[in-house]
């Protein structure tokens, strides 16, 4: 690593909520350790909120706000995101509903560009789940080199889409909204605060596509596996965990439960 992170244990309260990535830091090896669950209940106990902020889609994000501890799931790298409302969820769109139909014949018109030069390419698996972007599988099923997957996102990008690669996909849509967007409204609309004061939470990821929430976040946390992304992150994150994925993320709750 070029630039040296703190460690976790120079990591300093108050915390009052934890938004955590899915993908390589919620999880390990592609599934949910039954100890990376208990941990969230834990801090859930302990009057934690928790707010899951990932890229896949609103069809995942629906199901996870609805079975675990999460006061809110924001998916689609912000563009739905879940809140709980009494028994029932909410939805808001970090985009315009009306607009939706426009801008999905324009991402899907651009999706078959890139899939027509970049021999391999191909929609992700999860892309029929999804109500605002779309998803492009570079590591997931599909394999990609990271030149071809950013070939993609350069492609995209040229399309007026906003594009990112995380460590499966390369997820592209509307250029309204991203992650930290999508988090500071559900700090407006669940945790009832400033969503310009964002010193009390901590954010935890993996990848690219988390580089918005490492500038955002004073206390933004990076597992060990954000290494393999240290060179091409524009901004980082302002500490490291020992430990890789579920198992930093479990590092990251008992240091919160410390403080």
């Known amino acids: 690593m070029a630039e040296q992170p703190r ?15 899915l ?4 999880t390990s090896d592609g599934r949910v350790e039954a100890e990376t669950y208990l941990a969230l209940e834990r801090l859930g106990s ?3 909120p928790v707010i899951l902020v990932t890229g896949r889609p609103a069809g995942w994000g629906q199901a996870i706000a609805s079975v675990c501890p999460m006061a809110a799931v924001v998916s689609e790298n912000g563009g739905v995101t879940f809140i709980r409302d009494g028994h029932k969820l909410k939805k808001l769109y970090g985009v315009a509903p009306a607009s939706l139909p426009e801008w999905r014949r324009k991402m899907r018109a651009a999706a078959g560009d890139v899939m027509t030069e970049i021999a391999g390419a191909r929609m992700s698996s999860d ?9 492009i599988d570079w590591n997931e099923e599909a394999h990609l080199s990271r030149a071809e997957a950013d070939r993609a996102v ?13 460590s499966v996909h390369v997820n592209f849509g509307p250029p309204e909204f991203d992650k930290l967007t999508a988090c500071r409204r559900v700090i407006e609309v ?5 969503a ?7 954010y935890v990821g993996d990848s690219l596509n988390d580089a918005p929430m490492f500038a955002g976040f004073p206390k933004s946390v990076g597992v060990a596996n954000i290494a393999r992304y240290w060179d091409e992150l524009s901004s980082r994150p302002k500490f490291v965990t020992d430990s890789e994925e579920g198992a930093g993320l479990r590092e990251v709750v008992a240091r919160i439960l410390e403080l």
């Open 7 to 21: 460690k976790l244990t120079d990591l300093s309260g108050p915390v009052t909520a934890l938004f955590s990535d």
């Open 23 to 26: 993908d390589g830091t919620l």
């Open 46 to 48: 302990a009057g934690i």
């Open 127 to 135: 892309s029929k789940y999804r109500e605002v972007d779309l998803a």
């Open 154 to 166: 350069e492609m995209l990008c040229e399309r007026g889409f906003t594009a990112t690669r995380s």
């Open 190 to 194: 669940v945790l009832g605060a400033n």
């Open 196 to 202: 310009d004061e964002l010193d009390s939470y901590v």
